[in-house]
């Protein structure tokens, strides 16, 4: 990106002044560094997102942002109800509630290498990855339904999964305001036969060892030590979710010119908050939440029972579970007063600070957990909310590495046996069902994880807590 | 050369597909074998089975959309991949026949599961004496 138009505040924040028919002015939270290999496409997305009725304050890019679907994947921004604001399906995407959870082990790395493989076949083994697989479970439409009001705490109320599992999880596990009847039948049959699959492309089961603490405290709060072994899973609301994504936008977009909304980008297709297309998206919406939450309750628990094979007296307690495709209704302090108002995050954690009361009372005074994703050969990285990141890009961090490089590239660049034998040599084990997949997800293929994460405790939306290193990857 | 044919395109994220061809129909058709392409090498792919498809729309550009997701949406209930695209367009109707089978993942190795079609690049025009048909598509 050209950063001689953008004012520089801060050593890890831009400013886009506002200009033709922004409402609000811009801001992208990144290092120099990232800002010059940063895509012209996040310039042109972040300052059209300021253009849409009732934006409040700023439209927000964090440190892995790149070129999205109408908004910037890393892109935050909130609206106000009650001055036009809208939602909008494409500043939720199409995997609506994608995010990752990262359970305890209480294994060694000694107790796990001692058997990686053999907990790498039967992690793949039992969870059902990549295209074309389908899970155990198969739902009625009454079950359906009831999976759509009821979210993970749906899945624990089937057998699937634990019940203090819900508190560390965003909303307790359950989103509220759900509208399965928004949700139409072709969304509905999509989903049938998918509830505990991973899915494919960036989604992955990831066994990691902790090696390295930034903040002792906080780790401490977290249930961390260096050593530990931790297991991660990234995946979301699989086909229903991508179904509601498809239908809602073409609705917004064919039905943008009855609510007056003049679209800088056909993608940004949106309904104003208080009409009946825009509640119909967000009862919808919510649903896909609930479908997202549901099924990483049920990998976790197929998790649990893989491991307890190998590993009969381990407990998986569930550290953290976090979205990063939503819009939620939250309460922020905006000039000194307290609004409710509609927060888009588009490839963005939520990153509560300290003293938040959405935040268990264990992990209250330490910040929300902040989950982010690295690739299957780089680190991930656990942060924690602050309380400043609050007042920047309402309580919002990074959520991953995000693409530096697109599929075709990387497939030209490396062929999948050649990657997954060069991790080998690092003692990475990968496990998927194609080659192909792998070479279009290689490491080599995304941003540097740790500039992205520096980035964003520099900024001050997050402060990094614990570095996870991969040694066991399945990839979908 | 043929005015017949398909390619991928840049994206960061995701990837592009773009089909060529005489008719609209046609750019439509190997808008279609690109998205296979997206998943598997298409010559793996055997015509076993059939199924039709129908979509309805007076804009170009909105009836490739609802084309590919109808495709998407077949894909993904009846766990299947599509190798060969018969279509038909009359004003604003599509009617599709559509070959392809079972997915088998030994054999087609399918690298990446398709989201949805979406409106970014999304553009159907006639170019000289072809007609091209192109959107990106969110895996």
């Known amino acids: 990106m050209n950063i001689n138009n953008l004012q520089r505040i801060s050593n890890a924040e831009w400013k886009i002044d506002a200009h033709a028919g922004m409402h609000v002015p811009a801001i992208i939270y990144a290092s120099e560094e990232l800002m010059l290999s940063m895509d012209d496409k996040v310039y042109e997305q972040v300052t059209n997102v300021a253009r849409l009725p009732g934006i409040v304050k700023a439209s927000y890019a964090m440190p892995d942002a790149h070129w999205g679907y109408g908004f910037p994947i890393g892109g935050v921004a909130a609206f106000d109800a009650d001055q036009g604001g809208v939602i909008s399906a494409g500043g939720v995407g199409f995997d609506i509630s994608c995010g990752v959870r990262t359970l305890h082990t209480g294994l060694s790395i000694e107790d796990v290498m001692a058997s990686q493989k053999q907990l790498a076949d039967v ?51 359950r989103m509220q305001g759900a509208d399965p009847a928004q949700v139409s039948q072709f969304a509905q049959k999509r989903q049938q036969n998918e509830m505990g699959t991973l899915g494919s492309g960036n989604h992955y089961l990831e066994v990691q060892k902790v090696v390295e603490i930034y903040h002792a405290e906080t780790a401490r709060a977290f249930g961390i030590q260096q050593g530990d072994v931790k297991i991660s899973i990234h995946c979301g609301s699989r086909g229903l979710g991508h179904q509601i994504g498809t239908e809602f936008l073409k609705q917004m977009v064919v039905s943008a010119k009855d609510y007056a909304i003049k679209l800088p980008d056909r993608e940004l297709a949106c309904a104003p908050i208080h009409s009946k297309l825009g509640q ?23 998790t649990r029972e893989a491991v307890h094979r ?38 963005a954690t939520r990153a509560f600070g ?116 991969p040694l066991i990857c399945i990839k979908g | 050369m043929s005015n017949v044919y398909w390619e991928h395109f840049e994206h960061k994220a995701d990837i592009g597909v773009r089909g060529f061809g005489n008719t609209l129909a046609e750019a439509f058709e190997q808008a279609a074998v690109a998205m296979t392409a997206v998943v598997t090498d298409i010559s793996l792919v055997q015509a076993t089975t059939t199924i039709s498809i129908a979509c309805i729309d007076e804009d170009k550009d909105a009836l490739l959309y609802d084309w590919l997701n109808a495709l998407i949406y077949e894909m993904a209930t009846r766990k299947m991949l599509f190798c060969k695209f018969e279509v038909s367009i009359d004003h604003d109707r599509l009617e599709a026949t559509v070959y392809g089978e079972a997915i088998d993942i030994e ?4 690298c990446v599961e398709i989201k949805g079609a979406t409106y970014t690049e999304l553009a159907v025009y006639k170019e000289e004496q072809h007609w091209v048909a192109q959107c990106v598509i969110d895996v």
């Open chain 1, 123 to 173: 992690l793949y083994q039992h969870i059902p990855a990549g295209l074309g697989s389908t899970g155990n479970i198969h739902l009625n439409s009454k079950q359906m339904k009831e999976m759509l009001n009821g979210g993970a705490l749906w899945a624990i109320n089937n057998g699937y999964g634990e019940r203090k599992d819900l508190e560390r999880i965003e909303e307790h596990g």
């Open chain 1, 280 to 302: 119909r998206y967000l009862g919808a919406m919510r649903a896909g939440i609930n479908c997202a939450l549901a099924n990483r309750e049920i990998i976790t628990h197929l």
């Open chain 1, 310 to 347: 190998l590993f009969p007296d381990a407990r998986l307690d569930l550290l953290y579970d976090v979205s990063h495709n939503t819009c939620k209704l939250e309460q922020h302090d905006i000039d000194g007063e307290m609004k409710q108002l509609y927060v888009h995050r588009k490839g």
């Open chain 1, 354 to 469: 300290p003293g938040h009361p959405e935040l268990p009372p264990e992990l209250r005074d330490a910040g929300q957990p902040v989950l982010i994703g690295g690739t299957m050969g780089t680190a991930s990285y656990i942060l924690a909310g602050t309380e400043q990141s609050m007042g920047l890009a309402y309580g919002s961090a990074c959520h991953g590495a995000g693409r530096n490089m697109s599929r075709r590239q990387a497939v030209r660049q490396w062929h999948g046996g050649q990657v997954i034998q060069q991790l080998a040599d690092r003692g990475i084990i990968i496990r998927s069902p194609s080659k192909r997949g792998v070479a279009e997800e290689a490491p080599g293929a995304y941003k540097d994880v740790n500039a992205v994460v520096t980035s964003a405790e520099d900024a001050g939306l997050a402060r990094m807590v614990a570095k996870l290193e």
């Open chain 2, 107 to 110: 054999r087609h190795q399918p």
